[in-house]
Each structure stands twice: as structure tokens, then as C-alpha cells.
């Protein structure tokens, strides 16, 4: 049996059947590049969905890459500062091109961003990078007058990756007409349920358009078509979103009545504290997998992903073993 | 009403400011001839004044300066339990005895006010029997078992007499010999009950990690902290292997332990107490501090450099503190703690804060 996988935030959903059919479409067409007008048509879905003209869409294999991108092409010279823990990708380039790396630490019970710290540090050059929501707290971290705040600064680039968004419905991608110094990354990866397919895209102000203007990234056929038949009728996203939603709750409602501390959410996956040293471990001895924030952020944290109702049951039923109730 | 026990080791923490790490031992004659003040009367006064509900406790106090001097400025009903000679040198023993005499008097928690030796002490004869509040006035104060200050320790007495839950938390053995002799000697000696009031208690001191990406890490925050470096500034290092690393990367030795002053690339101090950094903050005009918090508990002021006193932490002022630590041990921390005895200072101190982790890489993180 393989393992229940709950520790990387994935859909744990099928996209429907003609999404699939449309990546074998791809995959029999091995031999060859993606055609550009079909790109070019993912691009003008993606705007259409994301509401936001089709200039401002950059389209890559996967957020990470376009975040990769960003640093490369922004950190030499600035201070970039992101929040504690991160996933982001490419911390390592950072600390080769930037001035400084500035962590914000999120501690419970809040997991607030210090506002005023963060415009204090703005007086020099900045890349900042935030997760809305955040990873792997779960919360909002920005909301639009914060992000005003923020990019009227103009010494500052403001990158806000909103890999969550359909989860919490929070977003500032309609503000990059008007802001040259914001961008947008997201992805298909989440609640499209095309992890596997690594479409990414950026929506992006003035300054990061420039930058990418000879950015090229193609798709495999197989993640090209996917996409473009994910995004022609993307009403299974909402059906993704809303059995989500409603595992999350009951998961988390279960957790504390076990007796955890669970902290609310507006993504797919749950932070909980626990007393139980090695949980991971625990759990994965049964065959389930969680993340472990223990080693790399506070002790007793860890990261649970919301899976269908028969996995959920699994994982609760595996704490329980674990706690012995 | 609840039975409450009270007892205070009169001398502990009175070799932090003139820099013995202890009094065990009979070092704290030492300490009275280094001109050290007794600091636990300013501890369990602030304590008691901070308990809410001093009508739903009936006292049981050690006899004098192990206690009831203290009490009876507080309108706080009380016995007298136990004898020990006003102003006469306490011991291990007496608090031993006493305790014993307390428990038989059917106490359901005792208060306890001194550091890591008097944490022994109580253990020795309390074991499990009954909860305690350890009252944080020793040098040291590396078991988990202490509140993070004595305010928080009052507000642990009244969750306590409203219900709250018990936790079991460490209680550990310092060679206080090993620590003066600069090395540190830990050891689990035993548990306490406590209230369970988790942002009240403190952690207990997490080794030091000695594997390779900490030494590592080390190294990129040495580099970065000599890099920005003055040679016109004293610079007062703290204890610790992060900062005996800055030295070591400009050739100077630093005593693990201690603190130590260097100015212009030479140590001009070593293991130094209160009255010599006060010293040497009067011939130098610019002066910095650089500290690193202590694991797992996130002390940077007020536990195992008492040496840095309110006086010349006001002297240097909030803005010329530098702290370091390494990335390991900061991302684990949700807070840095800071208790100098002194309200004000810790006040001054409180807030968020840039902590240097690496090459050009810092951790914004609240002070408390």
C-alpha cells in the first residue's frame, strides 16, 4: 500500500477525465515542441480567469522557477526580506546576489507580520517576498491596504505568491496594472490538482514585465493542453475548493477535540502543535505522511494536508493509536 | 483559602553581578567582598506584590530573610515555619529542613525564590509530593522549571489557585567549579510539578549544537559581525561559543563563559564583573554589547550574564546591542526574553529586533 500523502499540500482529486485525456493528447506528441498559439491561448485563459489583461501574463513551468527568476533578476543590489519559515525556493541565490537577508519570524498565536518593521526596512532598496496566504501557517498575511502600504514605496518590489488564493479568495493581482513594483505568482499545482503538470504563472507590474520581456519558458505538450482544458471550464476547482474546505474544518474540529492546538486556516492544509515528540515519525511508521516543521521553525509544529475524507479518517485514526485514546 | 509555602535562598544570585556564576559553595563571601547586593528581597517583593489573590492564601513562610521579612509588608495572612537566625548564613540544609517542616504543615504548592542550586535543593525533598513556583533569582537559572520572571511567577500563583493544570519540568545540575573554570557541565538532576502556564515558564537551556553547519554558521556570523567592526568602539561579548567564535576569528582568545572586553583588536577584559564594565565604560566612549540568546529559552539579559546589569545596560543604551545566534537556535525561538530585575530596563529593551544569523542574513524577532 502506498502511503497517504499529507505532507505536500497537494489535491488529493483527479482533475476530471477530459483534463487527462488532454495531457495524453500531449503525450503523443513527444517529438515536438509546444505550438506557441496554444501558449499563447493558456496565456489569455489564464488572464481571463485571473481578470487581468493579458500583458501583464508571464507563463512558466511551475511557480518556483518564476520565483527563481525574480531573484536572479532582482536581488543583486537590494535587501530582500521574506518571512520565517519559508519554502521559498532559491534562499541560496539569495544570499549570493543581495545586500542582506532579512527573516520575519511568525510565532503563534498570532503568526502577524510586523507592518512597521517592514516599512521601517523599506528605506533601502527591498525585494520582499510573502506567501497570502502564508505557508505553512495557513493565515493572511496581506490584505490590499497593507500592500498599498507597502508599494508606495518606491524603493521597494513586492512579490506576493498566492499559490493558496482560490482557497482564501484574497487577492491583489487586479493591482498590477496600476503598480509597476507589485507582482502575482501562482499555480496550477493546488486546487486545479495539476501538481504534476508544474504550470505556474506570474501577473506582474510594470518593472517585472520589463525584466521578463525575453523570458521565454515553454510547457510540455502534456502540462500545456492539461491547463488549457483545466482553465476552459474550471468549475471543478470550486467542487475541489468546497470538499476542501469542509474536510479542513471537520479534521480541525476533531484535532481539538483530541486535544490539539489547530490553527485556523484559509488554504488546503492545517498547522497544528502538538506535545507529542516525533509525531512524524509516528505517523509515518503507519504510512502516513505529514511534515515536521520541529527541525526547521518551532518545536511541536507540523503541517498536515487536507486529503479525501477516507485519508482524513486514516490520519485521525493513526493520532489516536499514537495518543493511545 | 490555599496552603501556600514561601522560601527564599537570601544569597542566590548574588555572584552574577560581580561575575562568580554562583554562590555555592561559600562563594558568595567572596561575592560580599566584591560589594555584591543581596537581590532575591527585590525578587520576592515583586512577587508578592503582583499576586491578585492574596485573600485565597493562607502562607507558610521560612522564618526571616528566608522569607518572612518579606511577607509581612503585605497584607497576605501567614505562619512563621521553621528557625533559622536573623542575618545569619543559610544553608542547603536549612532550606531542606524547612520544606520538610512545610510539607508536614500540609502546604499544596511551594514558592521558591533562588537559582538552579535551591531548584536542587527543593527537589531533593519535594520530588512529586506536591507542585512549585520557582521564582527565577539565581546567576544561572538553566532548568526549565523557572517562570520567566517574578511577575510571571505571581501570575502563575493565581492560575494555580484558580485550577490550572500541572506540567512536570526539568530541574538541572551545574557544576558551578566546571562553569567558573569556563566550562559547562549540565546534567538532569530531577522533575518539578509546576503550573501549567506555558508562555510563563521558561525552556531549559539546549546545548550548544557542535556539528558541522552549526560550526559553519558560526563562521558566516563571525565574518559578518568583525566585518562591520570598529576599531574606535569597546566591544563587551557575552557568553557563549557563537561569540568565542568572533574572537577566535581575529586570533583573540575569549572565555566561554565569561564576558570579556575587546577594543582596537586586543581583549583589554577578561571574565569580567559589573564594576570593571563599568569601569571600562567610563574610558571608552563608544561602546557596544553583542550577546546571544541562550537555546531553547531565548534569554538574553537576566540568566548566566548577570555580569550585564541594568547599570550598564542603560550605560550602553538599547540601540548599541548587537545579538547573535545561530540559525538553528533562532528559528526555534518564539520570542527573545530578557528579565534584568529592573522594570524599566527590561522595558527599554522590549520590542522587535534584528538578530544576526549568518553572512548578511538577520531574524526580526520580538524582545519581551
Known amino acids: 500500500m502506498s502511503p497517504i500523502k499529507l505532507n505536500m499540500n497537494e489535491i488529493p482529486y483527479l482533475p476530471p477525465q477530459r483534463v487527462i485525456e488532454a495531457a495524453q493528447k500531449g503525450l503523443s506528441n513527444l517529438n515536438r515542441y509546444a505550438d506557441p498559439e496554444d501558449l499563447e491561448l493558456l496565456r489569455k485563459l489564464i488572464a481571463d480567469y485571473s481578470k487581468v489583461p493579458i500583458e501583464h501574463v508571464v507563463v512558466s513551468a511551475g511557480s518556483n522557477l518564476l520565483l527563481k527568476e525574480i531573484i536572479h533578476m532582482f536581488s543583486k543590489g537590494r535587501s530582500v526580506i521574506i518571512t520565517n519559515p519559508s519554502f521559498f525556493p532559491a534562499i541560496q541565490c539569495v544570499k ?206 507540523v503541517r498536515v494536508s487536507i486529503g479525501t475524507p477516507k485519508e482524513n479518517d486514516i490520519f485521525l485514526s493513526s493520532i489516536r493509536e499514537v495518543l493511545k485514546v | 483559602m490555599k496552603k501556600i509555602g514561601l522560601i527564599v535562598n537570601p544569597i542566590a544570585g548574588m555572584g552574577g553581578s560581580v561575575g562568580l556564576k554562583g554562590t555555592d559553595e561559600g562563594v558568595y563571601k567572596q561575592a560580599l567582598t566584591l560589594g555584591a547586593e543581596p537581590i532575591t528581597p527585590k525578587m520576592t517583593k515583586k512577587l508578592l506584590s503582583h499576586i491578585t489573590n492574596k485573600d485565597k492564601i493562607y502562607l507558610f513562610t521560612a522564618p526571616n530573610q528566608m522569607g518572612e521579612e518579606y511577607v509581612k509588608d503585605f497584607d497576605i495572612d501567614y505562619k512563621t515555619i521553621g528557625q533559622v537566625g536573623k542575618n545569619k548564613e543559610t544553608s542547603a540544609d536549612d532550606t531542606k529542613r524547612i520544606v520538610e517542616e512545610m510539607l508536614n504543615s500540609g502546604i499544596g504548592l511551594l514558592i521558591f525564590v533562588g537559582g538552579d542550586g535551591t531548584a536542587r535543593d527543593v527537589c531533593d525533598v519535594v520530588g512529586s509530593q506536591i507542585p512549585a513556583i520557582a521564582v527565577p533569582s539565581g546567576v544561572k537559572m538553566f532548568s526549565s522549571v523557572f517562570a520567566v520572571s517574578a511577575r510571571a511567577a505571581a501570575e502563575m500563583v493565581d492560575a494555580f489557585i484558580e485550577g490550572t493544570d500541572l506540567t512536570e519540568k526539568e530541574v538541572l545540575d551545574i557544576d558551578e567549579k566546571a562553569f567558573r573554570e569556563d566550562r559547562l557541565a549540565a546534567r538532569l538532576y530531577g522533575y518539578l510539578m509546576v503550573p501549567n502556564v506555558k508562555p510563563l515558564l521558561q525552556k531549559g537551556k539546549e546545548a550548544s549544537s557542535i556539528d558541522k553547519f552549526s560550526g559553519d554558521n558560526k563562521n558566516e556570523i563571525a565574518k559578518y559581525v568583525v566585518e562591520n567592526m570598529d576599531k574606535e568602539t569597546l566591544y563587551l561579548l557575552g557568553p557563549g561559543t557563537t561569540l568565542k567564535a568572533i574572537t577566535e576569528s581575529i586570533g583573540l582568545h575569549k572565555t566561554l563563559l565569561g564576558i570579556d572586553a575587546i577594543f582596537g583588536n586586543m581583549v583589554v577584559g577578561s571574565d569580567l564583573n559589573e564594576k570593571s564594565i563599568l569601569k571600562l565604560l567610563k574610558k571608552y566612549e563608544l561602546r557596544k554589547i553583542i550577546v546571544t540568546p541562550i537555546g531553547g529559552n531565548g534569554f538574553i539579559f537576566g540568566r548566566g550574564s548577570k555580569q550585564f546589569t541594568p547599570e550598564v545596560i542603560r550605560q550602553v543604551g538599547r540601540g548599541n546591542i548587537t545579538i547573535v545566534g545561530t540559525r538553528n537556535k533562532v528559528n526555534k525561538l518564539e520570542c527573545l526574553r530578557v528579565d534584568t530585575g529592573d522594570f524599566e530596563v527590561d522595558n527599554l529593551l522590549s520590542g522587535y529586533t534584528k538578530v544576526i544569523i549568518g553572512y548578511r542574513e538577520e531574524m526580526v524577532i520580538e524582545i519581551k
Open chain 1, 96 to 301: 549570493q546576489y543581495a545586500t542582506k537577508l532579512t527573516r520575519i519570524q511568525l510565532v503563534p498565536p498570532g503568526f502577524n507580520l510586523n507592518l512597521d518593521f517592514i516599512i521601517n526596512e523599506l528605506n533601502e532598496s527591498s525585494l520582499v517576498i510573502i506567501d497570502n496566504p502564508d505557508n505553512p501557517t495557513g493565515k493572511i498575511l496581506l490584505d490590499k491596504g497593507v500592500v498599498k502600504t507597502i508599494i508606495e514605496n518606491k524603493n521597494v518590489l513586492l512579490v506576493v505568491d498566492e499559490a493558496y488564493f482560490e482557497f482564501s479568495g484574497i487577492t491583489c493581482a487586479d493591482m498590477v496594472k496600476r503598480y509597476p513594483n507589485l507582482a502575482v505568482v501562482r499555480t496550477l499545482d493546488k486546487s486545479f490538482g495539476l501538481a504534476g503538470a508544474r504550470v505556474g504563472y506570474l501577473l506582474a507590474g510594470k518593472i517585472f514585465l520589463d525584466a521578463f520581456s525575453t523570458f521565454y519558458a515553454s510547457l510540455p505538450q502534456s502540462s500545456l493542453y492539461a491547463a488549457i482544458e483545466a482553465l476552459k471550464d474550471h468549475r471543478y476547482v470550486k467542487k475541489n475548493i468546497e470538499l476542501t474546505i469542509k474536510e479542513r474544518e471537520r479534521v480541525s474540529k476533531e484535532l481539538e477535540e483530541i486535544g490539539f492546538q489547530v490553527y485556523p486556516s484559509s488554504t488546503n492544509f492545517l498547522l497544528i502543535r502538538t506535545g507529542i515528540p516525533d509525531i512524524g515519525s509516528e505517523l509515518k511508521d503507519r504510512d502516513v505522511l505529514i511534515l515536521d516543521l520541529s527541525t526547521q521553525w518551532l518545536q511541536g509544529f
